[in-house]
């Protein structure tokens, strides 16, 4: 029994590791990669690594070529474009509830990690920025209640990151992402839940009108 458990645990340790790789670009889109090279980096046999890499794939982080060669995914504007639509809409939804729901403690907690995300900016702590963004955006997720929700958002939730933390290891966001989560926070302050989807839904747009710009200026690089 003690083996089968180190072994569940050895495959989803190995999970998590190479998909938060694939999420922060340390494996970077379309790079090739190879079982012995990942078995040597996490220090593991092969069958739990094999295991971790199927679930790689059904999760469309890891891609088998014709060839028989893993990579990792390819960014695609396409999914990227529907990941963020998707995320407009349950997080519209999302924080509308919360604007409703919130308490006074969880306009304290939301008014710290604003300031956190503030001062990420200012010091042009870019990726530090995306990680208070997505805590601020998860912990609405928590106060709105709609677990069916978050559920379907959790999906999403991890390609959205890499996304977004591509964006930020090419540049700094644009100024207008703290200022709307400011609106975002300040319309749940005043109760106002459709001001405050609307304020989500336009975040998360701009966000995405932010991310294609960035990815088109990084493939004419590449073209040159």
């Known amino acids: 029994m003690n083996n089968i458990n ?17 999420i922060d670009g340390i494996l970077k889109p379309d790079e090739i990669v190879r079982e012995e090279q990942l078995a040597s980096i996490l220090e593991i046999s092969r069958t739990p690594l094999r295991e971790a890499i199927q679930r790689l794939e059904l999760a469309d982080f890891l891609v088998r070529q014709p060839n028989g060669r893993l990579k990792v995914a390819s960014i695609n504007k396409k999914e990227m474009k529907e990941i963020f639509l998707i995320r407009s809409m349950l ?14 403690q969880d306009i304290v907690n939301l008014t710290k990690l604003l300031e956190k995300l503030k001062t990420s900016f200012q010091q042009h702590s870019n990726q530090e920025f995306v990680s208070y963004g997505f805590e601020f955006h998860d912990y609405l997720g928590k106060i709105s209640k709609l677990t069916t929700f978050e559920k379907i958002l959790n ?40 001001a405050a989807e609307n304020a989500m839904k336009d975040h998360i747009l701009s966000s995405l009108a932010t991310a294609i710009e960035r990815i088109e200026r990084l493939e004419e690089v590449k073209a040159q």
């Not at 997080?91 to 006074?104: F, N, P, Q, R, V």
């Not at 609106?183 to 106002?192: S, T, Y």
């Open 6 to 22: 180190n072994r569940l645990l050895t495959k989803d340790h190995a999970y998590s590791v190479l998909k938060q790789k694939i």
């Open 91 to 104: 997080e519209g939804a999302i924080t509308k509830s919360a604007a409703l729901l919130a308490t006074e």
């Open 155 to 194: 999906i999403l939730r991890d390609h959205s990151l890499r996304y977004c933390r591509l964006v930020s290891a090419h540049g700094d966001w644009d100024a207008k992402a703290a200022v709307e989560h400011s609106l975002i926070l300040q319309k749940i302050i005043e109760k106002n839940p459709e």
